[in-house]
C-alpha cells in the first residue's frame, strides 16, 4: 500500500507568517491529494482536492500543489483561525489513506 | 443543510460485535458514495471503508479486512457499519464522511458528521 509522510509533524508560527506543509507518497499517485485542517474536538474540512483545487468556501490564503510523490500545501498568511492539524490524504484510488497530521501552533 | 448524524458507538469488550448507523439528511443520499473514517484518541485519521452510492462496490482497510462490514440502506438514508471481533486497538472516534463526487467515489469527503466514540475495553 501507498503511505504517506508529512513533515514536518509539528510546526510553531506566527500570525501573518508564509507556512508550508510538505506530503510526500511512497509511489506516485498523479494529483490525486486531497487536504484537511482539523481543529480541536471538530471533525475535518475539506480543503484542497486534485492537489491544487480549492474547495468551495476555503480561503484564498490556502493554496495546493505538487504531482506525483511531493505535494505541498501553503498558508500565504497564518490566520488565527488557522491554527490546527493538517492532514493530506490519497483520493481516487483505495485504501485511502491519510499522512500522519502536522499541527501548527502560535509561536 | 446537509447533515450526517452517527450513533451506535459506547464500550464494548474484545471480542465483542457493534453496528454504527448514520442518518443522511439534505441531499440526495443514494446519490453519493459514503465512507467511515476513524481516528484513535490523540491520533491522526484512519480511513476505515467506503461503499459506492448504490452500494455495488466496497473497499475496506486492511487493519478492519475480515471484521468491519460497510453497508447502506438507500431507502432509510442510512450508512452502517458492522464491527466484529472488536480489538483495544479499534478504540476511536468513528465519522461518516459523504463523498464529494456524485456517482463514482472520488475518497474527498466533503462532509463529515460529529462523530461516534467507540471503546473498547475489557
Known amino acids: 500500500d501507498i503511505q504517506l509522510t508529512q513533515s514536518p509533524s509539528f510546526l510553531s508560527a506566527s500570525v501573518g507568517d508564509r507556512v508550508t506543509i510538505t506530503c510526500r507518497a511512497s509511489q506516485g499517485i498523479s494529483n490525486y491529494l486531497g487536504w484537511y485542517q482539523q481543529k480541536p474536538g471538530k471533525a475535518p474540512k475539506l480543503l484542497i482536492y486534485a492537489a491544487s483545487t480549492l474547495q468551495s468556501g476555503v480561503p484564498s490564503r490556502f493554496s495546493g500543489s505538487g504531482s506525483g510523490t511531493e505535494f505541498t500545501l501553503t498558508i500565504s498568511s497564518l490566520q488565527p483561525a488557522d491554527f490546527a492539524t493538517y492532514y493530506c490524504q490519497r483520493l481516487n484510488n483505495y485504501p485511502a489513506t491519510f499522512g500522519g497530521g502536522t499541527k501548527v501552533e502560535i509561536k | 443543510q446537509v447533515q450526517l448524524v452517527e450513533s451506535g458507538g459506547g464500550v464494548v469488550q474484545p471480542g465483542r460485535s457493534l453496528r454504527l448507523s448514520c442518518v443522511g439528511s439534505?441531499?440526495?443520499?443514494?446519490?453519493?458514495?459514503m465512507h467511515w473514517v476513524r481516528q484513535a484518541p490523540g491520533k491522526g485519521l484512519e480511513w476505515v471503508a467506503v461503499i459506492s452510492y448504490d452500494g455495488s462496490v466496497r473497499y475496506n482497510a486492511d487493519s478492519v479486512k475480515g471484521r468491519f462490514t460497510i453497508s447502506r440502506d438507500n431507502s432509510k438514508n442510512t450508512l452502517y457499519l458492522q464491527m466484529d471481533s472488536l480489538r483495544p486497538e479499534d478504540t476511536a472516534m468513528y465519522y461518516c464522511t459523504r463523498d464529494q463526487f456524485l456517482g463514482h467515489s472520488s475518497g474527498r469527503s466533503d462532509c463529515w458528521g460529529r462523530g461516534t466514540l467507540v471503546t473498547v475495553s475489557s
Open positions: 439534505g441531499f440526495t443520499f443514494s446519490r453519493h458514495a
